[in-house]
């Protein structure tokens, strides 16, 4: 089993920057690779970014540029530091492991910007 926990959310004013933090445990060594998603009011849950075990990062479009992926030397917890904040990027953002045996989500945390 695999709980994953985030924390960092909030609101900020457009331009601002905020961290978000996702902090691994049970069976982490299950995880291939970690990241997360958002899911806006009405719309469809969808891919953020991404960092696999060699390190690697993968970002959506929308955020390349502006947000970076990262983990810590242990592994177990996975940062997402988001700058250039604007109001299109307020969602839940989710955690999301990616396990030999199926995947795993976070709770969320609620990331707002003002105009």
């Known amino acids: 089993q695999v709980h994953l926990v985030e924390s960092g959310g909030g609101l900020v004013q457009a331009g601002g920057s905020l961290r978000l933090s996702c902090a691994a445990s049970g069976s982490i060594f299950r995880i291939n690779a970690m990241g997360w998603y958002r899911q806006a009011p009405g719309k469809q849950r969808e891919f953020v970014a991404r960092?696999?075990?060699?390190?690697?990062?993968y970002y959506a479009a929308s955020v390349k540029g502006r947000f970076t992926i990262s983990r810590d030397n242990a592994g177990n917890t996975v940062f997402l530091n988001m700058t250039s904040l604007r109001p299109e990027d307020t969602a839940a953002y989710y955690c999301h492991g990616e396990g030999n045996l199926g995947d795993h989500w976070g709770q969320g945390t609620q990331v707002t910007v003002s105009s």
């Open positions: 960092i696999n075990n060699g390190g690697e990062a």
